[in-house]
Nanobody, 126 residues
Framework: QVRVVESGGGLVQPGGSLRLSCVASGLRFSSYAMGWFRQAPGKEREFVAAISGSGGSTYDANSVKGRFTISRDNARNTVYLQMNSLKPKDTAVYLC???????????????????WGQGTQVTVSS
């Protein structure tokens, strides 16, 4: 049984940083591209970033480019999202998901992901 669990969310001031972690179990981790999405209250789920199964390729949404960095440690079955220069508009529940392919093609699309975590809340506020 595949399980995806996020952690690391919290309250941070504007301009601050957070690192989210996501551990996936029950799958051959390196065979899955991994993605981060976010959903703010009253808004649709939004793609944030994705990383290929090997970790050699990444893809970021324009809204986070230059501020957020996705990475992974296949030995630990873990993917990370380092978030810097956080803004109030980054406030959302952040969800991690495992894609049914090790490649990034279509990684910005929700329907390409088979397994989702429950999410972790990130609040950016002074």
């Amino acid at each position: 049984q595949v399980r995806v669990v996020e952690s690391g969310g919290g309250l941070v001031q504007p301009g601050g940083s957070l690192r989210l972690s996501c551990v996936a179990s029950g799958l051959r981790f390196s065979s899955y591209a991994m993605g981060w999405f976010r959903q703010a209250p009253g808004k649709e789920r939004e793609f944030v970033a994705a990383i290929s199964g090997s970790g050699g390729s990444t893809y970021d949404a324009n809204s986070v480019k230059g501020r957020f960095t996705i990475s992974r440690d296949n030995a630990r079955n873990t993917v990370y999202l380092q978030m810097n220069s956080l803004k109030p508009k980054d406030t959302a529940v952040y969800l991690c998901a495992a894609k049914a392919s090790r490649y990034l093609r279509g990684s910005y699309l929700e329907n390409g992901y088979d397994n989702w975590g429950q999410g972790t809340q990130v609040t950016v506020s002074s």
